[in-house]
């Protein structure tokens, strides 16, 4: 059993290392530019990818637990789902200068996984169908939300570079504003019926305990976030946002949605 531990160990580090050079090439590719730094930036990423998918499976075969049966799980998952949506992404769209945003949020989400502690069971009266359902949701949610974040903040830094007429550089290896604001909105479209569903599967559950009124922390950012997000995609519609307003609506939205996450798994270590 030890033994075990030790392998299911050494591979997360092995990820986690694995993510670092990818962080610190695509950080090397948005500062310098240049077709080779590209390459090795996003084979680098798929590496770190191909290992990210051993290491969850040898945790499972090991554990002989669903790789979503406790929140620390449930992130390494997520952060997998991340990776792999930019990748998918950037085979349509050449936008691999995003990893510079979107790969050090997958390591901390990971690193976020790897601190354990004592998780209390899943109560008996919520086992049911809808566990991997808002599981599910919630996931494939967060994983839309976390694209439209590292979009959200690509864009803040675009316009920065425009107003101050840097148009060199960095300002040359980021996508257009028109691009970023337009992916950002098709992001969060897909994220928030994901994420609504999320909250409604979770209000389920805590009046099935009796618990209803009884937020915790988690659960009160969980559900700002989800207020953010629908502001943005209100304000879009209605109030004509578009641009840095909806980024930074973003930005807050995806942030909450963070300390919602930090709030679970604190809960778990404490």
Known sequence: RLRDMTSVTALFVLTVACYVLASALFGLDLGRGGAKTESWAVRALWLATGVHVVYLCVDYAYSGRTPVATVHQTLAVLSLLIVVSFLATMRRHRLPVLGAFITPMTLLLLLAAGFKGHVAEVPEPVRSVLLPF????????????????????????????????????????????????????????????????????????????????????????????????????????????????????????????????GGYVLRGVS
Not at 135 to 154: E, H
Not at 175 to 199: C, E, K, N, Q, Y
Not at 219 to 224: D, E, S
């Open 134 to 261: 808002h599981i599910l949701v919630n996931v494939l949610g967060l994983a839309a939300f976390a694209l439209a974040f590292a979009v959200a903040v690509a864009y803040v830094i675009q316009e920065q570079l425009l107003r101050r007429r840097q148009v060199g550089g960095v300002f040359q290896r980021l996508p257009a504003l028109d691009v970023l604001d337009s992916w950002g909105f098709r992001l969060v479209t897909i994220g928030f019926p994901l994420f609504t569903l999320g909250v409604v599967t979770g209000s389920i559950w805590a009046a099935r305990l009796g618990n209803v009124l009884e937020f915790s922390t988690g659960q009160g950012f969980a559900l700002l976030a989800w207020v953010f997000f629908a502001c943005v995609l209100l304000s879009r519609a209605a109030g004509g946002w578009r641009g840095r307003r909806a980024a930074i609506g973003t930005m807050l939205g995806f942030l909450c949605a963070l300390a919602a996450i």
